[in-house]
Every structure is written in structure tokens, then in C-alpha cells.
């Protein structure tokens, strides 16, 4: 075991050779395990798993969020806003799943799960858990401006609205640098959120006594000192929710519980 850091020393202590099973981080957070690049794979068989176990449950919440995800990408008809609310809605999933990360703790404790009980499950935790969810919706409105503000560049005379605004950037003489810009500037937001949120919410859930900014710097954390399988982790769940909103929806109503039970395992493996 590593040797017990001497008193006043703030430094946390570094894990011997005996511990390779831990990164060390900030004193005081709890320990981020040291993955490897098959660790989604793991987390998507799980929490498949745990999708048959409480099927109505997972349908259930994957109604709600597909209607959603209708209402933010479909209610306006507007191309810069549908743009921005549709990429924006994985801003927020994080939120959103907290009922499938219940789902899975409930599973995972050898309990039934129960509708009722997982749509109050945030109650455990509620001042943490609504402040990050501010703290999300601030982030999902910058967003929705930013992407506006980009869009209206590359589109002086008016932003086209529906399905008009592919029609035109396909005949745009610049596409590639609206397309460069625009995700350069979603990458960012994305990466960001992210970065503090991928096992922050399960974690708040988890542990009523977590404070918010310290479940983010954990989770930032989780991302930093395991990039390659968080990468591939973020990269699954763009492609995944692609192919739902790819199928009209549909597939929006298996993907995103699915999501949120693998988000659950990957927070149980990758936080001591």
C-alpha cells in the first residue's frame, strides 16, 4: 500500500507498484480507476443487460426522451435553431437519463425495478443534482446562440429555415469552413460537458452526500487520465444517438435508455 501522506502535506500520496489499479487525483476526491480502450464495449453489454431486466421501465423513459428530442429538433422551424437544438440535445442528455442511471443501481442491487420510484430517485441528492442542471440548461442557451451567431455568418441575407438551409450549403462556395466552424465551436461545448458530466450525474445519484463541482472535477478526471476509452465512449454515443435521430426517431426509443444503463457501468468502473 502506499505510505500515508505526512501531516499538513496536501499532496496526495502515490500509489505504489502494488495499486496499478488507481491513478492518483485531487486529495480529497474519490479515485479514478485506470481503463482500457474495451471498456465501452463492457459498459454497452451491461447495460443492455440491464435494458431487458427493466424493459418497461427503459421503454418507458425512452419515450419521454424521444419526444423530446422530437419537440427540441421539430417545434421550430427555423434551420439555424432546429440546427442548434438538435446538436444541443446531447448537451443535455446527461440530465435527462437519470432515471435509467436508477434503473441500473436498483439492477444492480439485485432489486425490481420500479417506475415510480426512479422518477423521484433525484431527491436523494436534490441541491447537487439541480445545480448542475442549471448548470446544464446554461450551458444548452450559449449554445443555442453561439450556433446561431455561427450560422447567420456564413449566411448574411438570412438564415435558411427547414430543409433549405442543406439545400443551400450544399451550393455554399465555402461549406467546408462553415463546416470547420461550426464544429470547431460544437466540439468545444461538447468536449466541455462532456469532460464534467460522462460519470458526474451517476456519481451525484450514487452518493447523496457529493457535491456537484467536486463529481465534475472527478469526472474530468475520469476523462484526462483515460482519454482514449472516454473518447471512444463519447464518439459511440454520437454515432448511437446519430442512428436514432437517423431512423426518424425510432431508434431513439432502445439507443437512449440503453446509453444511459452503459452510462451507469461506466461510472461504476472507471470510480473506485
Known sequence: MAEESSAGDPTPSRPSSEEPEYLTVTSGLPQVRD??????RRWLAKGWSDFKIGK???VFYGLVLTIMGVILTQAWNKGAITLAFLTGFLLVGPFLLMGLYDISRRVERGERPSL?????????????????AVILALLFAVWVRVSIVVVALFFPDGVPSGPDLLAT???????????????AAGFGFALFVFATSVVSLPMLL???RMDALSAMITSFNALRL????MLCWALLIVVMVGLGFATFYVGLLVILPWIGHATWHAYKEVVE
Open 35 to 40: 481503463i482500457g480502450v474495451d471498456a465501452p
Open 56 to 58: 418497461s421501465a427503459s
Open 116 to 132: 415510480a420510484e426512479t422518477m423521484a430517485a433525484w431527491k436523494a441528492n436534490a441541491p447537487a443534482i439541480g445545480f448542475f
Open 169 to 183: 450549403l450544399a451550393h455554399s462556395p465555402e461549406p467546408l469552413a462553415f463546416i470547420g466552424a461550426y464544429s
Open 206 to 208: 450514487d452518493r447523496d
Open 226 to 229: 483515460n482519454f482514449k476509452p
